[in-house]
């Protein structure tokens, strides 16, 4: 089965570094190659080897989220587009979910359930992950222990469910062509989406590649919003309005199988910000967009999308730090 060896390679990994009895560097070190790389959203970045990684991340995550639990959404594996359809990337994507009873990254335990929304893409060669690219939503995380990390958005944000149709997790094989359908209709997508003058309006050009009612699940500070309607007033116009100088994509992978796909790119982009942004002032200063997009296709068009901004890197390119602002800050 097409897959099959790298997809246990992951969900063996998993299984390990779930076990509260397990060590994560020793776990680490049995399914991840020595030349390993981890990518993660600010305060984390790049960080190289297993030994780091469970240092900087893991332990103390699984020390703060107690009785921590994976629960994925989205399961699945496919070759990688840009380096030539030669590496194979495994992807899963859900939240992570535990008792937050210690500290983390400054924000003060609440002694309930919190969840943490990531999305993880690893690399698998020779049976072993070399490479991962592990993001999450922070703010959100710090929304829940009632902190309140940027203004009001212009969305909503909760926690965030699964893809409606229930089908994300492929741990059997799909057919080829679902997936080759998949990364065909996201690559139209990111065409659109790369021209910013395409001579159509903005919705117009949604419904190219978007269903009418779909639904763009959008990181906490900017929310979730769903129709065309509602997401080019809630987040793609205002956003156009407010960047100029938008770079061209670039992605590290780019994959689907079945009928999701996504990406991700380290960065995926730099654009300047000329208006303001997420209700905080404009400093007409590049900035880069470290992102995953997670897509569920639905016929021949888009249906949902999940979307990871690293936006502590954001405003922190910008002058904003957002850790060192909440670390102080009450709750409310």
Same mark, same amino acid.
């Given at each position: 089965m097409?897959y099959?060896?790298?997809?246990?390679?992951v969900?063996e990994?998993?299984?390990?570094l779930?076990?509260?009895?397990s060590?994560?560097?020793?776990?680490?070190?049995?399914?991840?190659?020595?030349n390993?790389?981890?990518?993660?959203? %600010?305060p984390f970045?790049?960080?190289?080897?297993?030994?780091d990684?469970?240092?900087?991340f893991?332990?103390?995550?699984?020390h703060?989220?107690?009785?921590?639990?994976r629960?994925?959404d989205?399961f699945?594996?496919g070759k990688n587009e840009i380096?030539?359809?030669?590496s194979?990337?495994v992807?899963s994507m859900?939240h992570?979910m535990?008792l937050?009873?210690? +500290?983390?990254?400054?924000v003060a335990?609440?002694?309930?359930? +919190?969840f943490l929304?990531?999305?993880?893409?690893?690399?698998v060669?020779n049976?072993?992950?070399?490479?991962t690219a592990m993001f999450?939503?922070?703010?959100h995380?710090?929304?829940?222990?009632g902190?309140q990390?940027?203004?009001p958005?212009t969305a909503a944000?909760?926690?965030?469910?699964?893809?409606?149709?229930?089908d994300?997790l492929?741990?059997?094989?799909?057919?080829a062509?679902?997936?080759e359908?998949?990364?065909g209709?996201?690559?139209a997508m990111?065409?659109d989406?790369g021209?910013?003058?395409s001579g159509?309006?903005?919705?117009d050009e949604l419904r190219?590649?978007?269903?009418?009612?779909?639904?763009?699940?959008?990181?906490?500070?900017?929310?979730?919003?769903?129709?065309?309607e509602?997401?080019?007033?809630?987040h793609?116009?205002p956003?156009?309005?407010?960047?100029?100088?938008?770079?061209?994509?670039? %992605?590290?992978?780019?994959?689907?199988?079945? %009928?999701?796909?996504g990406f991700?790119?380290?960065?995926?982009f730099t654009?300047?910000p000329?208006?303001?942004f997420?209700g905080?002032? +404009?400093?007409?200063?590049a900035?880069?967009f470290?992102?995953?997009?997670?897509?569920?296709?639905?016929?021949d068009k888009?249906?949902e999308?999940?979307i990871?901004?690293d936006l502590?890197?954001?405003?922190?390119?910008?002058?904003v730090?957002?850790?060192?602002?909440?670390a102080k800050?009450?709750?409310t």
């Amino acid at each position: 089965m097409p897959y099959e060896t790298e997809k246990t390679v992951v969900l063996e990994y998993y299984e390990a570094l779930g076990s509260t009895e397990s060590d994560v560097a020793e776990t680490m070190s049995k399914f991840c190659a020595e030349n390993y790389l981890w990518r993660g959203f %600010h305060p984390f970045d790049e960080l190289y080897g297993t030994e780091d990684v469970a240092q900087k991340f893991w332990r103390p995550l699984k020390h703060s989220l107690q009785h921590l639990q994976r629960r994925m959404d989205v399961f699945m594996a496919g070759k990688n587009e840009i380096d030539g359809f030669t590496s194979v990337w495994v992807v899963s994507m859900g939240h992570l979910m535990g008792l937050f009873d210690n +500290a983390w990254l400054g924000v003060a335990p609440t002694g309930k359930m +919190a969840f943490l929304r990531y999305c993880e893409f690893n690399k698998v060669e020779n049976g072993k992950i070399t490479d991962t690219a592990m993001f999450f939503d922070i703010p959100h995380f710090m929304m829940q222990a009632g902190l309140q990390p940027f203004p009001p958005q212009t969305a909503a944000h909760l926690v965030q469910p699964g893809p409606l149709t229930h089908d994300g997790l492929m741990f059997s094989p799909q057919p080829a062509a679902e997936g080759e359908k998949t990364l065909g209709t996201i690559n139209a997508m990111i065409s659109d989406l790369g021209q910013w003058n395409s001579g159509l309006n903005l919705e117009d050009e949604l419904r190219q590649t978007w269903c009418e009612d779909m639904i763009w699940w959008g990181p906490a500070g900017i929310g979730a919003t769903y129709t065309i309607e509602r997401y080019a007033k809630q987040h793609s116009g205002p956003f156009r309005a407010t960047f100029t100088d938008r770079s061209k994509t670039k %992605h590290i992978c780019r994959m689907a199988e079945g %009928h999701y796909g996504g990406f991700f790119g380290w960065p995926n982009f730099t654009a300047r910000p000329t208006g303001g942004f997420m209700g905080m002032p +404009a400093t007409d200063k590049a900035g880069e967009f470290r992102v995953i997009d997670i897509y569920r296709r639905e016929g021949d068009k888009l249906a949902e999308n999940w979307i990871f901004i690293d936006l502590l890197h954001f405003w922190k390119q910008q002058g904003v730090d957002i850790l060192g602002r909440m670390a102080k800050a009450p709750r409310t």
